[in-house]
């Protein structure tokens, strides 16, 4: 450890990202002589939803050492292999974003443009049966492992995030976080360059520190409310401002899969977990009252509601510095995008990594904090353009909401994505951005962006040859899927939660 080594960390907030945090903070600073605490409030409490997730948690959960198997029981967990899209496109249709690939490139050919050519001329099933997550997704199935032509099988998890927290919290206290239990009244900035000194208690006792990491929630209360560090406000692209959420009793085994449905002025989630059904609709209160939103969730839900409807209010952004000073926000202080693609959890782990990577001493280089800025910024951005595409590549004009959403202008850089694709079917991927080629084509055809063409270079090659070759791979999907037990079978014979 150096002189100017931190030895003092502070995270404020206890719920998904503050445990999060703590965790990796606790495995990767844990021995090193850097005490971690973490304070929350049960009085404040937490958000309490946020329960579908996409394949880099598995990532997460594996660099803490944390076993699957055991984790998904404690979290009353289920296997996540996509989502499908009910309604966007216009009422009555549907597609499925499914995590990994579409079939497979052929001599180096991307599999879209090949399947592209091969359809147009009728020699291709829809795209959705070269994936092997949207064909297991729609038999109820599933198995870690598939078959050579497709390698292990991508998958992410629905589970219960208040549990989550909990278990994270376990994990973080064993490895020396200490935890403490009030509310801040107070933050208190050094003279000489405003960074944060001090945090003062309801009770009066005060909490130093050198680095601290704001995962106090939508408040942002060291970021925003003690160091104005301004946020970017999306709502002319992302109108929705509430969601209402309420459990529901399964009916019938989990599916493997989250379902997003287009509504008349937003969206409803339907997560399945072991032991209930997550649900929500997700709208604008520009368009729609809070009662009518209620009414709707409730006649629409498939099984028997568990507990009372609770409302949420947000401002879909991001914050222009995500660390500002001696404070580094992760979670909903750092920014707020709707859950259409489950990107939430991922954010904050993508905050924990830079975070890691760029990690401080008690100097705190203005270029490292810049760094980090870029990387989260583009981070939260390339998600931006891909929630974006869902809603404005509509046809639907059943309510003032869609005609908005059809007919707004979108950022520059979702202009030119969408246009590169209706030309020939090209996509780049900007940034190191999230979504991959196989997301966003999932998404482009699901919502009706047929390329005008396909790229000259597949045009060359043999045509017969090609649709035996992507038959085969079809064929390969099939058995694959075929020879996969069921997704509730599963989790009885491995992840059953106690
Ligand atoms: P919070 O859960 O709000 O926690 C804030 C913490 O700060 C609490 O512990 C609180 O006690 C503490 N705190 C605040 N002020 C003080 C104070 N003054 N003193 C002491 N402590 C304080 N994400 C996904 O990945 N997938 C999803 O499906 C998903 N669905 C969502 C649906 C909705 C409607 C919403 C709103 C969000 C959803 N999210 C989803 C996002 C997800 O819920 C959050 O990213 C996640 O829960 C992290 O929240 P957080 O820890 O940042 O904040």
Redesign the pocket.
């Known amino acids: 450890m150096t002189d100017h080594a931190i030895r003092d960390v502070v995270i404020?907030?206890?719920?998904?990202?503050?445990w999060m945090t703590a965790a990796a903070l606790s495995r990767f600073l844990g021995g090193g002589g850097t005490r971690i605490r973490l304070?929350?409030?049960?009085?404040?409490?937490?958000?309490?939803?946020?329960?579908?997730?996409i394949p880099t948690i598995a990532t997460f959960n594996q660099m803490l050492g944390i076993d699957e198997n055991d984790f998904l029981r404690h979290t009353q967990g289920t296997f996540k292999l996509g989502i499908e899209f009910v309604d966007w496109r216009q009422i009555g249709e549907r597609y499925f974003h499914p995590f990994g690939q579409f079939g497979r490139d052929i001599e180096g050919a991307n599999f879209h443009q090949l399947f592209l050519k091969l359809a147009s001329r009728g020699l291709a099933a829809d795209i959705w049966h070269y994936a092997p997550c949207a064909m297991a997704a729609a038999a109820g199935r599933f198995n870690r492992t598939v078959d050579p032509t497709f390698g292990p099988m991508p998958y992410a998890f629905h589970f219960d995030?208040s549990l989550y927290?909990r278990y994270l919290r376990g994990y973080a206290e064993a490895r020396g976080v200490e935890r403490i239990e009030?509310?801040?009244?107070d933050v208190a900035l050094r003279g000489e360059d405003g960074f944060v000194d001090t945090l003062t208690?309801d009770d009066g006792r005060s909490v130093t520190g050198e680095l601290f990491i704001d995962?106090?929630?939508?408040?942002g209360?060291l970021i925003e409310e003690a160091l104005e560090s301004g946020y970017e406000d999306w709502r002319h692209w992302l109108p929705c401002n509430r969601?209402v959420?309420v459990p529901t009793a399964n009916i019938g085994d989990p599916p493997p899969y989250?379902r997003a449905t287009a509504r008349s002025c937003g969206w409803q989630?339907r997560?399945p977990l072991q032991h209930r059904t997550?649900n929500?609709y997700?709208y604008t209160n520009e368009y729609l009252s809070d009662e009518d939103a209620c009414a709707a969730l409730l006649n629409s839900v498939e099984g028997e509601p568990l507990g009372e409807p609770r409302f949420?209010s947000?401002v879909t952004g991001r914050r222009n510095r995500f660390w500002n000073r001696n404070v580094v926000a992760?979670?909903?202080?750092g920014g707020?995008l709707?859950?259409l693609e489950?990107?939430?959890?991922?954010?904050?782990q993508t905050g924990i990594a830079k975070l890691l990577a760029l990690f401080p001493d008690t100097r705190f280089l203005e270029v490292e904090a810049g760094e980090y800025n870029r990387l989260m910024r583009a981070a939260y951005d390339g998600v931006r353009d891909f929630i974006i595409l869902h809603y404005h590549a509509t046809t639907r004009d059943d309510s003032p909401f869609w005609n908005h959403v059809r007919t707004m202008d979108v950022p520059e850089t979702l202009a030119r994505k969408i246009d590169l694709f209706r030309a020939k079917g090209r996509f780049f991927r900007y940034d190191d951005e999230l979504f991959s080629l196989a997301s966003w084509v999932a998404v482009l055809l699901g919502q009706g962006i047929i390329p005008k063409g396909h790229d000259p270079l597949v045009g060359a090659m043999d045509e017969n040859s090609l649709a035996h070759r992507v038959e085969e791979l079809r064929q390969s999907v099939r058995r694959s899927v075929a020879a996969m037990p069921s997704h509730a079978e599963f989790l009885r014979a491995h992840c059953a939660a106690a």
């Not at 304070?39 to 997730?53: D, F, L, N, R």
């Open positions: 404020v907030g206890g719920g998904t990202a503050g304070i929350e409030s049960e009085q404040i409490g937490t958000v309490g939803v946020g329960e579908a997730t995030a927290a009030g509310r801040i009244s208690l995962c106090s929630g939508f408040r209360l969601a959420a989250t989630w997560i997550g929500g997700v949420l947000f992760i979670g909903l202080s707020f709707e859950p489950s990107t939430s959890i991922h954010l904050i």
